[in-house]
């Protein structure tokens, strides 16, 4: 019993302080959070993506794109995302953009083929806060889930 009380005082203290190593390194490789909010939210984005919740995804958009983002709507519609795998981020100077390639499992209800869907999100950092919106390449993105129709 008093071996276990022993390796439990050691080990607790060791894990409580291997999470404050890393959030004092953090602190130090990304001091804005800028990194930490673009994934934050590229991944909310992403996910909602993968269930087909445009309306909700619309949040993310960059506001010049938002009214063309909602009107493909229509085009989510009998395509089931079952995956999804995030490629590399690229950021831009100063952190301002960034660009991550995305690509998505889905396939069609009508058919059930299943197809890889690639995505080319480009992101940017809106006024000095940490918010980011994508800049989708709709066309692209909507040309693919036609072919699985």
Known sequence: MRRKLTLLLVVLPLIFCSGCIAVFVEMFTDPMGRKAAF???????????????VEAAVRFVHPEMREQFLSYEGEFDGIRVTDFDVGEVTFGEREETATVRVTYHAYSMASMLEKEIKETQEWERLGRDNQWVVRPKLEGLVEQVAELR
């Open 39 to 53: 994934s934050r939210d590229q991944r909310e984005y992403t996910k909602l993506l993968r269930w087909s919740d």
